[in-house]
């Protein structure tokens, strides 16, 4: 599931920086100067059956991230489906919209952003990184789906490894063509493993295999980026690493971020926010989130990461 509008990593300093980041304790760094880095960012759909970052039927590319620098984020969350780098690269744009019959977005599309028509899915998302990098704003390519799609489900086969739709050597292979076609876009600062790992197949030795293998993927094609780790449970529960913390030995610098999602709806609790107490159930919620993933920003040096929200 796509954050609505935005996340937040907890790092607090001036939001003037150079590039690379890196992670220090619970801080996100500014790797030349050493100072702390907030990243406020804003959150933009890419991974949906079209494979294009939507409103670019309705809005100029330029216009879209040119709004997003005035309302005062600095970062973009753009998400990305496996399928899209590993088997519909060559596809057009206007073949994926053609073939989806959306007639009405593709006649936008000729009026707000004619140049993304004819390229291939993969030039028009570089098109679209490109253009949001040249406004300045940082970017965190979140593979948030294998196969196209709306997310999440807990039966939708993209929730973990070896699902209908989550063959592990496909994530790689993404993971790998992701990194390296952005190696040298200095705006792009970080990459996600995987959006909310969920469903029936999760269970914590097959996370500790595969995401070592995909923070090793993204770290050997560009050393440079953030990895930014899902924990289980839709991103709740990180609870595993309070007994066996994550050993990423192969990278050189510590770049690992973990992220955590909450909503109000999370785990049927929508209701007990109208039922109240307010001051009660955000208590006990609160209790909830520290002890399933609040505690890697409080804990001890071994456990001790950023956490995105």
């Known amino acids: 599931m796509t954050p609505i509008l935005t996340i937040f990593l907890l790092s607090f300093a001036s939001l003037s920086h150079s590039l690379p980041l890196s992670a220090n304790s619970r801080w996100i760094m500014d790797d030349q100067s050493g100072e702390r880095v907030k ?25 879209i991230a040119t ?48 140049n993304l028509l004819s390229l291939n899915l993969v030039d028009a998302w570089k098109a679209v990184v490109e253009e949001i990098g040249r406004h300045g704003i940082m970017m965190v390519l979140d ?11 807990d039966h939708d086969g993209n929730g973990f490894f070896g699902g209908v739709y989550f063959d592990p050597d496909e994530w790689l292979q993404g993971l790998a063509i992701v990194a390296n076609i952005f190696k040298d876009t200095p705006m792009v600062v970080g990459m996600s493993l995987r959006n909310e790992l969920r469903g029936p ?35 709740l529960d990180f609870r595993f690493l309070k007994d066996t913390p994550l050993e990423l030995k192969m990278m050189k610098k510590k770049k690992v971020v973990y992220e955590a999602h909450r909503y ?25 989130m520290e002890e399933k993933a609040g505690f890697l920003v409080r804990g001890g040096e071994r456990t001790m990461q950023p956490l995105c929200l």
Request: charged fraction near 15%; proline fraction near 5%; charge should be neutral.
């Open 39 to 63: 990243l406020a960012c804003a959150s933009w759909a890419g991974h949906l059956e079209p494979m294009l970052p939507e409103g670019l039927d309705r809005r100029p590319l330029s216009q």
């Open 67 to 114: 709004h997003v620098s005035t309302m005062g984020f600095n970062c973009v969350r753009l998400t990305w489906a496996t399928y899209m780098f590993t088997r519909y690269a060559n596809m057009t744009v206007v073949q994926s919209f053609g073939d989806l019959r959306l007639t009405e977005a593709i006649s936008g599309l000729v009026s707000n952003n004619p």
């Open 143 to 153: 593979n948030h789906v294998s196969k196209p799609m709306w997310c999440c489900a």
């Open 201 to 235: 197949l999760q269970n914590v030795d097959e996370w500790y295999k595969y995401v070592e293998k995909g923070a090793k993927t993204i770290n050997t094609a560009n050393p440079n980026l953030l990895v930014i780790i899902s924990g289980l449970s839709y991103d």
């Open 264 to 288: 109000s709806f999370n785990e049927g609790q929508s209701k007990v926010w109208v039922a109240g107490p307010l001051n009660k159930v955000c208590h006990e919620i609160t209790i909830e």
